[in-house]
């Protein structure tokens, strides 16, 4: 038996419903796993209003997280595997994960750790990823392996439906497009992770140093996004140094300039991003060499084959 430590933030219940379909197998399999949800000391509104969800941009693109309710895990427990958890806010892990792991005891508890990292959002995770890996090599942990759970919708379809349910709550179909979030299916389909890591730990796979989730279509990447992501992170960076020297989260005074951003995210995301995507689909021929490889390595370390899928699918 090997103790688990599994770390968990969600607003709508989407990536709980989906880390609950990880746990099931590893408990089933006779592991211990201790579930902490996560508890910002001020909660986050769901759903959001246009001022709130806009005002959260500046912290989130800085990593300036606001602190956490004292987690139930008791001082002295050890774990074998630790799994994060995450959403992304404004192309950045959500603020409450990294609360955790700017925490003392959230490094504490990683410090040289094998840990496996679980992300679902609309479909932009790979910038935030990168930062994970950054705070989880910083707290002394060890990246084994990750998995990514995104909206299959069109991303032109998701750039209106995410915000519609997370500014309204309503996430079923509209306009004749489809639900947002990630798909029943998909959810139900991570129970193959919790199997395979049962599997793993049953035979010390999380002492091995290699990845335990390779062939299970873990972490597909859309090489496309990841130069979107790029470029809208940059400008990230200067618009939330620009906002916080106005002012405070919460503060009037920071709202001038907070009607500015909202102005410039719409025009971006209305007009750049399906230009941008334009134009990449029109220059692919040209960029097809560099974007396989620019997909491989973002896959790592857990990848997108397929070869385990008949082994741990359910
Ligand atoms: C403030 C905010 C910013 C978001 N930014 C992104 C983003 O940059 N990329 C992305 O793919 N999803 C983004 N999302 C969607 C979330 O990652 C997530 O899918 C959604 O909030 C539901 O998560 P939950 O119910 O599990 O908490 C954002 C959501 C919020 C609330």
């Known amino acids: 038996m090997k103790n688990v430590l599994v770390v968990n933030y969600s607003q709508t219940g989407q990536l709980a419903d989906v880390t609950a379909q990880v746990i099931a197998p590893l408990a089933a399999a006779g592991h211990k796993v201790h579930l902490e949800t996560l508890v910002p000391e001020t909660p986050f509104p769901w759903p959001w209003s246009l001022v709130d969800f806009v005002d959260v941009f500046a912290e989130s693109v800085q990593l300036d997280a606001p602190p956490l309710k004292p987690l139930s895990i008791a001082p002295d427990a050890e774990f074998d595997l630790v799994i994060l958890t995450y959403q992304v806010w404004y192309l950045s892990p959500a603020l409450p994960i990294v609360a955790f792991l700017n925490s003392p005891q959230g490094r504490h508890l990683l410090k040289g750790k094998p840990v496996v990292t679980l992300v679902a959002c609309r479909n932009m995770w790979l910038t935030a990823q990168k930062t994970m890996q950054r705070l989880i090599g ?156 620019l997909r491989a390595e973002l896959e790592q370390p857990s990848g997108a084959q397929e070869f385990n899928l008949n082994k741990y699918e359910q």
């Not at 942990?141 to 709550?169: K, M, S």
């Not at 940059?234 to 909202?262: D, E, M, N, Y």
Request: overall charge positive.
């Open 138 to 293: 910083e707290a002394g942990g060890e990246l084994r392996d990750h998995i990514a759970f995104t909206d299959n919708a069109h991303a032109l379809a998701t750039l209106i439906t995410t915000p519609r349910w997370v500014l309204t709550g309503k996430r079923d179909s509209f306009l004749g497009l489809p639900p947002a979030g990630v798909s029943r299916d998909d959810v139900r389909g991570a129970s193959r992770f919790g199997h395979a890591l049962a599997d793993a730990l049953d035979h010390d796979g999380e002492k091995t140093g290699k990845p335990m989730l390779t062939g299970l279509r873990a972490a597909p990447v859309n090489p496309r996004l990841a130069i979107s992501e790029k470029a809208g992170h940059r400008a990230f960076r200067v618009w939330s140094k620009i906002i916080r020297s106005c002012g405070k989260r919460g503060q009037w005074r920071r709202r001038p300039i907070l009607a500015i951003f909202t102005i410039y995210l719409i025009a971006m995301v209305f007009t750049v991003v399906p230009l941008s995507l334009l134009l990449q689909w029109l220059l692919s021929p040209l960029l097809k060499p560099r974007l396989a490889r």
